[in-house]
C-alpha cells in the first residue's frame, strides 16, 4: 500500500514569495491534515478536510496561508507572501474515517516537506 | 481539551524494556489514548492506542491506569532504531471530528 505522499521535500524562498505543498494522501482514506512543525516543537493543526469540505481551520494563518482539496483526494497547501517566522516542517497525514477509537482514526504521515525562508 | 504531560527526554540500554509514561489527568470517559513516534527527519508514525484497557501489537504494549489519569507505552526491548520523540495523544471528539494536539513528546535516546 503505498504511503502518503508530499512534494516537494525542501524548498528555499525569500520572505514576502509564494510557496505551495502538495500532498497525496492514502488511496480511499476521507479525512486529511496538514501540520505545522517548528523545530523542537510537536506538530501543529493547520487545517483538516473530511472529504473535500473543511472541519477545522481555526490554527490556519488566513491572511497568507490557504488549502484546498479538489475532489476529496489530494491536496495544496499555499503560503503568500512567506514570512521568515514559516520556516517549518509541512506535515501531511490522512486517516480512513474519523471513527471513535477504531483503527480509522490512525493517522498516516508523509515525510513532510522543509521550508526554509530566508 | 485533555492535556498530556510527559517527560522530556529519557534514556534507555538497547535491549532493556523502554517504559514512557504520560499523564493525563483530565481526560473524559471517550476519550482515547494514542502513542505515536517520530524518527528524525521522518513523519510521526502511530504506534498504539487503548481507551481503558491494556493494549498490545507488534510494536509496543500500552497500559493504561484504571482511573485512566496515566498511561505507560512498552517498547519491551528497545533497539538504537527505537531512538525518537514519543508523543502521548489524547483524541477528542468535537462536531463528529476526531481532534488531536500534540505536544513536545519525550525524545528516547537509546544506547549501545
Known amino acids: 500500500e503505498a504511503g502518503v505522499a508530499q512534494s516537494p521535500r525542501y524548498k528555499i524562498i525569500e520572505k514576502r514569495q509564494s510557496v505551495a505543498f502538495w500532498c497525496n494522501p492514502i488511496?480511499?482514506?476521507?479525512?486529511l491534515y496538514w501540520y505545522q512543525q517548528i523545530l523542537g516543537q510537536g506538530p501543529k493543526l493547520l487545517i483538516q478536510f473530511q472529504n473535500n469540505g473543511v472541519v477545522d481551520d481555526s490554527q490556519l494563518p488566513k491572511d497568507r496561508f490557504s488549502a484546498e482539496r479538489l475532489k476529496g483526494v489530494d491536496s495544496t497547501l499555499k503560503i503568500q507572501p512567506a514570512k521568515l517566522e514559516d520556516s517549518a516542517v509541512y506535515l501531511c497525514?490522512?486517516?480512513?474515517?474519523?471513527?471513535?477509537?477504531?483503527?480509522?482514526?490512525?493517522?498516516?504521515f508523509g515525510p513532510g516537506t522543509r521550508l526554509l525562508v530566508l | 481539551d485533555a492535556k498530556t504531560t510527559q517527560p522530556p527526554s529519557m534514556d534507555c540500554a538497547e535491549g532493556r524494556a523502554a517504559n514512557l509514561p504520560c499523564n493525563h489527568s483530565?481526560?473524559?470517559?471517550?476519550?482515547?489514548v494514542y502513542w505515536y513516534r517520530q524518527i528524525h527527519s521522518q513523519g510521526p508514525q502511530y504506534i498504539i492506542h487503548?481507551?481503558?484497557n491494556n493494549e498490545t501489537n507488534e510494536m509496543a504494549s500500552l497500559i493504561i491506569t484504571e482511573d485512566r489519569k496515566s498511561s505507560t507505552l512498552i517498547l519491551p526491548h528497545a533497539t538504537l532504531r527505537d531512538t525518537a520523540v514519543y508523543y502521548c495523544?489524547?483524541?477528542?471528539?468535537?462536531?463528529?471530528?476526531?481532534?488531536?494536539?500534540f505536544g513536545t513528546g519525550t525524545k528516547l535516546q537509546v544506547i549501545p
Open positions: 497525514a490522512s486517516s480512513l474515517d474519523t471513527i471513535s477509537g477504531t483503527q480509522e482514526e490512525t493517522q498516516y
Open positions: 488511496s480511499g482514506h476521507a479525512t
Open positions: 483530565t481526560i473524559s470517559g471517550n476519550e482515547y
Open positions: 487503548g481507551l481503558k
Open positions: 495523544i489524547v483524541t477528542r471528539r468535537s462536531g463528529g471530528y476526531q481532534k488531536v494536539t
